[in-house]
Nanobody, 124 residues
Framework: VQLQASGGGLVQAGGSLRLSCVAS????????MAWFRHAPGKGREFVGA????????YYGDSVKGRFTISRDNAKNTVYLEMNSLKPEDTAVYYC??????????????????WGQGTQVTVSS
């Protein structure tokens, strides 16, 4: 199984970025997909998750209303659209996958597979 994240970069505060994560080696529609982030000096933080069909999404409090998670099961890809970016959004962003049917979307220990991370830097 491989999760390949991309789309990170340097952006000014108030700007936007879209991250992508392409999955291979698994039956994509059988997995809940999520994004977490890890900033220097902090623990890994839940950003958002999306159920297998894309019909239900969950977000961490710090990104609600600014970030949108979506998926395309035909392309084995999950996306994270990030708007109104703030310097505190600076982190390495990871995509993750866990089997559908379980809850606890915010718990990183529930996720079986992780991508390599992509750096997002927001300048003030």
């Amino acid at each position: 199984v491989q999760l390949q994240a991309s789309g990170g970069g340097l952006v000014q505060a108030g700007g936007s970025l879209r991250l992508s994560c392409v999955a291979s080696g698994l039956t994509f529609r059988n997995y809940v997909m999520a994004w977490f982030r890890h900033a220097p000096g902090k623990g890994r933080e839940f950003v958002g998750a999306i159920n297998w069909s894309g019909g239900t999404t969950y977000y961490g409090d710090s990104v609600k209303g600014r970030f949108t998670i979506s998926r395309d099961n035909a392309k084995n890809t999950v996306y994270l659209e990030m708007n109104s970016l703030k310097p505190e959004d600076t982190a390495v962003y990871y995509c993750a996958a866990k089997p559908r049917g379980s809850t606890s979307y915010e718990m990183e220990m529930m996720y079986n597979y992780w991508g390599q991370g992509t750096q997002v830097t927001v300048s003030s």
